[in-house]
């Protein structure tokens, strides 16, 4: 393990980067700048072919860490967190998600930005921000191209947790496998990829994906200058580590 909770690996041209921050894997800016500086460090190695993004313990990822969402320090984060999910969408090889338990806010985001995934059946995913008065940013750019306007709509402004199989029925999961063969099925899905030229995969990549450019830009500003100053933000972030119901105001 590095001093960073993030372990990476190589091996047969498929990378591994593995999320190493129990109980629940929650995404601190340390964390999130471990996982950039793997990614960054992964992407230059020329023969790799296929990455694959799991995490250590019961579930992928609460989310990120909700008391660096608060003044000053969400000033630094949300920016720091697009990034991350920028640099999971721009690797330049094919990157599967291998997710099982919780897959939830700022985790969530961060497998939307993998190519394909692929999901145990006793996992859920969700988008739980509106629950404390604020929106994710990366979600919102990229959850409609996933699963459609509609779809994601109804996870954004509803807040509630969605099950593997309808994850996979709306197309925000790939495959879905029993829990205890997860890392298995993704290894095995990873070694049928790897077995083909790595750059006519990366030449795939890129025309596959397209570059956020400003849409990162723009959201990114609605949270800190817009959503931030309002009162209901502040409200729902600071109940949450008190264990209270938010008092919405509104404004």
Same mark, same amino acid.
């Given at each position: 393990?590095?001093?960073?909770?993030?372990?990476?690996?190589?091996?047969?041209?498929?990378?591994?980067?593995?999320?190493?921050?129990?109980?629940?894997?929650?995404?601190?800016?340390?964390?999130?700048?471990?996982?950039?500086?793997?990614?960054?460090?992964?992407?230059?190695?020329?023969?790799?072919?296929?990455?694959?993004?799991?995490?250590?313990?019961?579930?992928?990822?609460?989310?990120?860490?909700?008391?660096?969402?608060?003044?000053?320090?969400?000033?630094?984060?949300?920016?720091?967190?697009?990034?991350?999910? #920028?640099? @999971?969408?721009?690797?330049?090889? &094919? %990157?599967? !998600? =291998? *997710?099982?338990? +919780?897959?939830?806010?700022?985790?969530?985001?961060?497998?939307?930005?993998?190519?394909?995934?692929?999901?145990?059946?006793?996992?859920?995913?969700?988008?739980?921000?509106?629950?404390?008065?604020?929106?994710?940013?990366?979600?919102?750019?990229?959850?409609?191209?996933?699963?459609?306007?509609?779809?994601? #709509?109804? @996870?954004?402004?509803?807040?509630? &947790? %969605?099950? !593997? =199989? *309808?994850?996979? +029925?709306?197309?925000?999961?790939?495959?879905?496998?029993?829990?205890?063969?997860?890392?298995?099925?993704?290894?095995?899905?990873?070694?049928?990829?790897?077995?083909?030229?790595?750059?006519?995969?990366?030449?795939?990549?890129?025309?596959?994906?397209?570059?956020?450019?400003?849409?990162?830009?723009?959201?990114?500003?609605?949270?800190?200058?817009?959503?931030?100053?309002?009162?209901?933000?502040?409200?729902?972030?600071?109940?949450?580590?008190?264990?209270?119901?938010?008092?919405?105001?509104?404004?």
């Amino acid at each position: 393990m590095t001093s960073v909770p993030v372990d990476t690996s190589v091996a047969d041209g498929i990378g591994r980067v593995t999320l190493h921050h129990p109980p629940l894997n929650i995404l601190t800016r340390a964390v999130l700048g471990g996982l950039r500086d793997a990614l960054a460090s992964l992407a230059a190695t020329q023969d790799l072919r296929v990455l694959v993004l799991t995490a250590e313990g019961k579930h992928f990822s609460a989310g990120a860490d909700v008391g660096e969402h608060l003044p000053p320090d969400f000033r630094e984060m949300i920016p720091e967190f697009l990034d991350t999910v #920028a640099a @999971i969408e721009a690797f330049p090889a &094919p %990157v599967i !998600a =291998a *997710v099982k338990g +919780r897959c939830l806010g700022g985790g969530f985001e961060l497998i939307q930005a993998a190519d394909i995934v692929v999901a145990g059946e006793g996992s859920s995913f969700g988008q739980p921000e509106i629950l404390l008065g604020v929106f994710p940013p990366a979600a919102c750019v990229i959850l409609p191209e996933r699963c459609g306007h509609g779809n994601a #709509a109804e @996870i954004l402004f509803t807040g509630d &947790p %969605v099950a !593997a =199989a *309808v994850a996979h +029925r709306i197309g925000l999961v790939q495959r879905v496998v029993p829990d205890d063969r997860l890392e298995q099925e993704a290894t095995a899905l990873a070694e049928r990829i790897a077995r083909h030229s790595a750059a006519a995969l990366r030449l795939t990549k890129r025309a596959l994906r397209r570059t956020r450019g400003s849409e990162f830009e723009t959201v990114g500003s609605l949270y800190i200058d817009d959503l931030m100053s309002t009162e209901d933000a502040l409200e729902g972030l600071r109940a949450f580590p008190e264990k209270r119901t938010p008092v919405w105001s509104h404004q």
